[in-house]
C-alpha cells in the first residue's frame, strides 16, 4: 500500500488541495496526517474538514493542541500566538471538538506517527539533530517513526545515515523520518512537501509541490494576521 504522509498544513488551504489533488491523481490510496492542521494560514475549518474527510490516521500537533487545549502558549512567538488566538475565534464547535481529542501518537505495525517525538509527545520536543535522533530510537517499536514539528524534512537512521533523498528502508535498521511541512516549509524551498512511503517496496520518497502561494500569503493579509506569516510562505523560512 503506498501512503501520503502529511503535516504541518497549519491553515493554508492552498497548499493542502493541491497536494490531495496530487494524490488522487497518483492513485494513492491512504493519507496520514501528522498534525497541525491548524496556526498560522487563514483557512483553519476548510483544512480541518479536508482532514477530516480524506485523511485515515491523524494525530495532534502542537497548534492544534495550544487552540484546543488551553496549553500555555508562553513559549510561542508572537507571531504564533496571534495566530493561534484568531484561530480559537475561527474554528467551529464541530472542528474545535475534532482537534481536542485527536491522539498524540499512533502506531501501525511497524510504524509510529507522531507530530513532535515518540517519547513524551505532549512535552512537543524537536528532533534536528543526530543526537535527538539517538534519543528518540529506543522510543518507538517497529521500523520507522514518522515525525513533522520541525518543518524540516529528511531521515535519521541507527546506522549513523542521514538523507533527505529518497529512501530505501533497510531491514535491521531503525528510522525516523520528518516528513516537510505541506502549509509552511522552513529549509529554504517555499514549495510544500509531504511524503509517501510504499509499504511494499519499504521505499520512501519527499514530494516537493508548487502551489498559490500569494493567494495564501494575501488572505492572511486581508484576516488581519501578520503579515511575516504571509511573506515566509514565499521564501520557504
Same mark, same amino acid.
Given at each position: ?156 537512521? &541507527? ?8 529512501? %530505501?528502508?533497510?531491514? !535491521?535498521? *531503525?528510522? @525516523?523520518? $520528518? ?23 519499504? &521505499? ?8 498559490? %502561494?500569494?493567494?495564501? !500569503?494575501? *488572505?492572511? @493579509?486581508? $484576516? ?14
Amino acid at each position: 500500500m503506498r501512503k501520503a504522509i502529511i503535516s504541518d498544513i497549519h491553515g493554508n488551504l492552498e497548499a493542502l488541495t493541491t497536494a490531495l489533488e496530487f494524490t488522487k491523481a497518483e492513485g494513492i490510496e491512504q493519507i496520514i496526517c501528522l498534525g497541525d492542521i491548524v496556526g498560522y494560514g487563514a483557512n483553519p475549518n476548510e483544512c480541518v474538514d479536508l482532514v477530516r474527510e480524506h485523511c485515515t490516521v491523524v494525530v495532534k500537533g502542537n497548534h492544534d493542541s495550544a487552540t484546543t487545549d488551553g496549553e500555555d502558549l508562553y513559549y510561542f512567538n508572537p507571531y504564533a500566538k496571534k495566530a493561534v488566538l484568531w484561530t480559537k475565534e475561527q474554528l467551529s464547535q464541530r472542528n474545535y471538538e475534532y482537534l481536542y481529542y485527536l491522539p498524540l501518537k499512533v502506531e501501525i505495525g511497524d510504524y509510529t506517527f507522531v507530530h513532535s517525538t515518540p517519547k513524551k509527545p505532549e512535552r512537543w520536543n524537536y528532533i534536528i539533530t543526530e543526537y535527538d535522533a539517538t534519543l528518540s530510537f529506543a522510543n518507538f517499536q517497529g521500523q520507522a517513526c514518522l515525525v513533522g514539528h520541525s518543518h524540516l524534512p529528511g531521515c535519521y537512521g &541507527d546506522d549513523e545515515t542521514y538523507t533527505f533523498k529518497d529512501l %530505501k528502508l533497510q531491514n !535491521g535498521v *531503525k528510522y @525516523i523520518i $520528518n516528513v516537510g511541512s505541506i502549509g509552511q516549509p522552513r529549509d529554504g524551498d517555499s514549495r510544500l512537501c509531504f511524503g509517501i512511503l510504499d509499504e511494499e517496496k519499504k &521505499d520512501f520518497s519527499w514530494i516537493r509541490l508548487n502551489y498559490a %502561494k500569494e493567494k495564501a !500569503g494575501q *488572505k492572511i @493579509i486581508e $484576516n488581519g494576521l501578520p503579515s511575516y506569516l504571509a511573506d515566509r510562505l514565499l521564501v520557504g523560512k
